[in-house]
């Protein structure tokens, strides 16, 4: 019973294009998101986040779009360079306790 | 992940061994979670605790798993008698604070212990 969904397992994106990554919930009750990225051989270091009373969160080249009546979440991450090349991982945060619900991943690979 | 310490890094059991999982979390953290990444999968919560409480073990399983964050020192995550399916990457994190949309805290990870089964 997966909650956090991302449906396409990777991603290949030419250097300087913009590169999209999607991820969609089941859970109406969930109300933070965040995406991870996470190079082999490390932990995941925290990306962007967006509150569900929001529907677009920007920081620098990386942009998140919320649209809560489709349960969809997307990050936007224009223009894409190499070092961008990772697995991105979107959560959402359940309740009070800091449990994160991942999703399985997307592996981006970004052409130079 | 900078200042989240596990180790080891990587560890090698046979069944029925037990296994050992350090943690030392951030400098100032005192709230610190496990999750379990099996292969092909995203990381899922095992449990979260702060200094001498679990408050959240709802991801553990019933058997053979156990955690504690004592006063000094390290979080330990423990595993008896593992068997091959225990096999994967254990991830722990720390905060400041609870994580919760309230606080907006962050959760900090480590790089992680490949625990391989034989």
Redesign the interface.
Known sequence: DQQ?K?NSPSLSVQEGRISILNCDYTNSMF??F?W?KKYP??????LI?I??IKDKNEDGRFTVFLNKSAKHLSLHIVPSQPGDSAVY?CAA?R???????????TKLSVKP | ?AG?M?NPRHLVRRRGQEARLRCSPMKGHS?V?W?RQLP??????MV?LQKENI??E??MPKERFSAEFPKEGPSILRIQQVVRGDSAAY?C?S?AR?????T?????????TQLSVL
Do not use: C, M, R, W
Not at chain 1, 41 to 46: D, H, S, V
Not at chain 1, 95 to 105: D, E, P, T
Not at chain 2, 40 to 45: A, D, I, T, W
Not at chain 2, 104 to 112: I, T
């Open positions: 956090v991302q109300d933070y965040l991870y051989a490390e932990g995941p270091t925290f986040s509150s569900s991982f945060l309740g009070s306790q800091g449990n994160l619900i991942f999703g399985k991943g | 992940n989240v596990q709230h979670y999750y092909e999968e995203g990381l899922k919560f979260y408050i959240d709802s991801g991830f994190a905060s609870t994580a919760t949309p309230a907006n805290e962050k959760l900090f990870f480590g790089s992680g």
